[in-house]
């Protein structure tokens, strides 16, 4: 069998630069458990009686209503704190269907579009009898929020970031979750992650010129790519790519917006 890499990656973590999150408050309304509606009450993102899960489910709620079916995406979206993954400043807006930036100049996809590729991931052929994905490979980890989604919905997630800020920065939000099956990885991720290959799904939250080969190579038999891709000069589209019985077969979908995938290091 083949030697599966050790993991969580140890950094050197003495550079690192601590990412301070300042306390604002934030206008959400929110309900207590029972359903009966508070008025508009001022939270604390730093404090610790935040309780965001009613507006998670309203999200999710909404979510469902637009057309996202499969429950295993819905319910990692209902548990994932999305607002633990941004700015406090930018807290309030985090179960708004927007995309917001994260910093470095990149961005965080709206919900809408991340529960749409997760959901294509999963319908690749590859799901395991416990209805999870194998290993999966994510290019663009920027925050870690779909790093994190990606984990209940996978048994080993390996996320591959190119800005080290970036790789730092989602390591610091994640710390504290604790979450065993991700890896994650500071690199290029154009060129995959040949050490945790092959993958039953690949998704990509950077958009290039075409799909690298290496992801193309590292995808296992049955499995599924699913990444934006530059179709026209300057319109990007949502690609799906299966690998059946050694054969490639894509589809091109919808019109999307994302960052560009980038090669080498920052
Ligand atoms: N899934 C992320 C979205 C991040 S935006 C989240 O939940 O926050 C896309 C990310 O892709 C950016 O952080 C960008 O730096 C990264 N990226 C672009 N090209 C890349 C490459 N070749 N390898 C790894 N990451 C890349």
């Not at 891709?229 to 994302?258: A, H, P, W, Y």
């Amino acid at each position: 069998m083949k030697q599966r890499p050790g993991f969580p990656v140890k950094l050197d973590v003495s550079n690192q630069k601590k990412i301070e999150k300042k306390s604002v408050s934030l206008n959400w309304i929110e309900s207590d458990r029972t359903g009966s509606s508070s008025n508009s009450v001022s939270f604390t993102a730093t404090g610790l009686g935040l309780d965001s899960s009613v507006v998670r489910k309203n999200m999710v709620r909404r979510l469902a209503d637009s057309g996202v079916e499969d429950n295993l995406v819905l319910t990692a979206l209902e548990t994932v704190e999305r607002h633990k993954f941004l700015d406090t400043a930018l807290a309030n807006q985090a179960y708004e269907d927007t995309s917001l930036p994260i910093g470095f100049g990149q961005t965080i996809s709206k919900p809408n579009v991340v529960a749409r590729m997760l959901e294509l991931l999963r319908q690749g052929k590859n799901l395991r009898i416990t209805g999870k994905l194998g290993r999966v490979l994510e290019i663009g980890t920027g925050c870690g929020y779909q790093a994190a989604l990606l984990s209940q919905l996978a048994t080993e997630v390996y996320s591959i970031e190119r800005i080290k800020g970036l790789h730092e920065r989602a390591r610091e939000n994640l710390r504290s979750m604790r979450i065993a099956n991700l890896h994650l990885l500071f690199g290029d991720g154009m060129t995959g992650y040949p050490a945790g290959a092959p993958y039953s799904g690949i998704i990509a939250a950077a958009g290039g010129d075409n799909i690298p080969q290496s992801w193309l190579d590292q995808l296992d038999e049955g499995g599924r790519i699913v990444a934006p891709m530059v179709v026209m000069k300057g319109t990007q589209s949502l690609i799906v790519i299966d690998k059946i019985k050694g054969e490639l077969r894509k589809s091109i979908l919808e019109q999307v917006n994302f960052v560009p995938l980038k090669a080498g290091i920052d």
